[in-house]
T-cell receptor, first 116, second 115 residues
Framework: AQKITQTQPGMFVQEKEAVTLDCTYD???????LFWYKQPSSGEMIFLIY??????QNATEGRYSLNFQKARKSANLVISASQLGDSAMYFC?????????????FGKGTHLIIQP | DAGVIQSPRHEVTEMGQEVTLRCKPI?????LFWYRQTMMRGLELLIY????????DSGMPEDRFSAKMPNASFSTLKIQPSEPRDSAVYFC?????????????FGPGTRLLVL
């Protein structure tokens, strides 16, 4: 069974600093996808970044990058030069491709607060 | 592109009443998912459809919950009868294709409160 663990329930970070949000996962499937979503206080789920298990390079999308360490089964989200608008809940999620699963399994989330 | 559309955005009802949540996926997306978010259990997959056919409903909590997708542009999630423990945010999401990097896009959610 798939499992996602986010060990940081909450984080306070100063504006303009870089942020690393931790995510570890557990799966027996060699083919899987990892996703990060942002949920601001307004409630919507916003897709940020994707990493495939066979991708050789870490994914990047603007200020977001994913530090993918396959042997350690970790997929940490890095936000560079944090902004006040980055304050939100952040969810790590995965999908087992080989097992034919189509739904996402989510972690419990990290509540990030950016302080001015 | 309009994105995933859900209605209503908020619903307050009394225990025992029937509740119907609605979703319009992104045009051209052939997968549709229903998730529930609560403080205690986080985000959970309830059911999903591929080409309007239910594929996996193992996450549906009880027989009180049912979902349909009569066509490619509309799905409903019904709770009958509703109970206070059903109070949650219900998200609909859609995706195009089954490739490994295909992303699910979420609607704004329906915040349900059962009194």
């Amino acid at each position: 069974a798939q499992k996602i663990t986010q060990t940081q329930p909450g984080m306070f970070v100063q504006e303009k600093e870089a942020v690393t949000l931790d995510c570890t996962y557990d799966t027996s499937d060699p083919s899987y996808g990892l996703f990060w979503y942002k949920q601001p206080s307004s409630g919507e789920m916003i897709f940020l970044i994707y990493q495939g298990s066979y991708d050789q390079q870490n994914a990047t999308e603007g200020r977001y990058s994913l530090n993918f360490q396959k042997a350690r089964k970790s997929a940490n989200l890095v936000i560079s030069a944090s902004q006040l608008g980055d304050s939100a809940m952040y969810f790590c999620a995965m999908r087992d491709i080989g097992g034919g699963a189509d739904g996402l399994t989510f972690g419990k989330g990290t509540h990030l607060i950016i302080q001015p | 592109d309009a994105g995933v559309i859900q209605s209503p955005r908020h619903e307050v009802t009394e225990m025992g009443q029937e509740v119907t949540l609605r979703c319009k996926p992104i045009s051209g997306h052939d997968y549709l998912f229903w998730y529930r978010q609560t403080m205690m259990r986080g985000l959970e997959l309830l059911i999903y459809f591929n080409n309007n056919v239910p594929i996996d409903d193992s996450g549906m909590p009880e027989d009180r919950f049912s979902a349909k997708m009569p066509n490619a542009s509309f799905s409903t999630l019904k709770i009958q009868p509703s109970e206070p423990r059903d109070s949650a945010v219900y998200f609909c999401a859609s995706r195009e294709g089954s490739g490994s990097q295909e992303t699910q896009y979420f609607g704004p959610g329906t915040r349900l409160l059962v009194l």
